[in-house]
C-alpha cells in the first residue's frame, strides 16, 4: 500500500465524505449501465417512394412522291430535317412513361394530358410583342402498361404561308419565330404535376425541322411510411460506464480501510516527512538535561533545532522529539509532560484462572496420602538415617 502522509491526513480530515460520494457515484454507474443494456437505442427512419415520368414528342413523315433521296411510300421517323416536297406533312406522337422507380414497375392507374401546340411569335430587340397560337394536341390518352401516347398530323405548307404572311407584315418592324410548345399534366395517385418544354420549328421553302424534338422528365417523391431500427447501445459505454461503478465501489472501500483515526498522528506524519531533513532516530535518556521545555507541536521543536543549528531526535520508543541545547531540552510528545514519556504504555491483562476458571486447590484440599515408605521412622522402625541408607 502506498505510504502517503499527505494522503492520510486528507482521509482522516474527509474520508467520511469520499466514501459516501464513491459509493453513491459506483450505484449511480452500475445502475445505469443496467439502463443503458436494458435500453437500446431506436431510430426511426421515413421511408420514400420515387416515380419517374418522362415525355418526349416523336416525328414521322409519309414520303407522298418519288424524288432522289426517298421513294414514295416510306416513312421518316425522328428525321433531323424533312424535304417539304416530299413530306408536306408531319405526324407528332407526345408519349409519356409512367414508372415507380422504387420497385421498377409501371403504373397503370395514372392519368396523362397532353397539350401541342404551334406558336407565331413576333419579337423586336429580344421581346415579344405580338403572339398566335394553334393547337395541335389537347387528349388525355389511357395508360397502358405505365405509356400514354397522343397523334395528331400537321399541315406543315399552311403554317409556311401562315408564317410568310406575318413576315411580310411585319417586315422592318421586327421577326417572326415559329415554335413548337409542349405541355403534360398527370397524376399518378400519390403524385401530380405539370412540365413544359418548347423547340424552334424552322420552316423554309425546300425543307422543314425541330431544333431538337420537346421532352421533359420528372421524378417526384412521396412518403411511404416509416421504418424502425432497434440497436444495442454502444460496448464503450456499457463498458465505461461499468468501469466507472466497479472502480468507485474498490476505491470507497480502500479508503474506508486506509482512513486513519487519530488526526493528530496523521497531521504529526506530515510534519515528520516535511522536516526528514532535520530529524534523526535516537534514544534520548531520562537525565539528560537541566531543563525540560514542553513545546505544542512537532514544527515547534523542528524551529528550535533550526535556529540553534541543532538536529531534533526521534526516540521512537518514548514516543519523543526532542532538541538539547545547553542543557535545555525542547521537546515535543503526545504523550504528555517529560515523565510521563520515561515508560511505555502497558495494558496488563488479568491471568486467567487454572482449569477453566476454576480455583487452586489448597494443600489441605488436595488429600495427599502418602505412601508407607513416606511415613513417619517410628512407623517403619528405622532409629536412624544410617538405617535408612541401609534399607535403600
Known sequence: MI?????????????????IVLVVVGILALVATGWVVA???TSTTTQYGQERISSEVGTSADV???????????RLENSRVYMLNASPELTVEPETTLVNQTDGTPIDDGSVTHELTVRFEATRDGESFWNETHTVVDDSPSVENGVATSEATIDVESYRERQRQLERELSGVGDVATKLEFRVEYDTGTNRGTKEESSTFHVTDDAYWLSEPPSVTDTPTHRTGTQRTTEPQSLATIAGLSLLGTLSLVSAAFVARRSPVDEAAARRAVHEQRYAEWISQGSIPMWIGDYHVSLDTLEDVVDVA????????????RGLFAVVNDGVV????????WEETAWPEMTLQER?????????????????????????????????DEDVWKKL
Do not use: C, K
Request: charged share 30%; proline share 7%; hydrophobic share 25%.
Open 330 to 337: 525542547y521537546y515535543y510528545s503526545d504523550r504528555g509532560l
Open 306 to 317: 533550526i535556529d540553534t543549528n541543532e538536529r531534533v531526535v526521534h526516540d521512537q520508543q
Open 64 to 74: 407522298v412522291q418519288d424524288g432522289a433521296l426517298w421513294n414514295e411510300g416510306d
Open 39 to 41: 435500453n437500446p437505442s
Open 352 to 384: 486467567p484462572a487454572v482449569g477453566g476458571g476454576e480455583p487452586e486447590l489448597t494443600p489441605d484440599e488436595m488429600d495427599l496420602q502418602g505412601d508407607a515408605e513416606f511415613g513417619s521412622p517410628d512407623e517403619r522402625g528405622f532409629d536412624d
Open 3 to 19: 505510504e502517503s502522509p499527505r494522503l492520510d491526513l486528507l482521509l482522516v480530515r474527509y474520508g467520511r465524505r469520499i466514501v
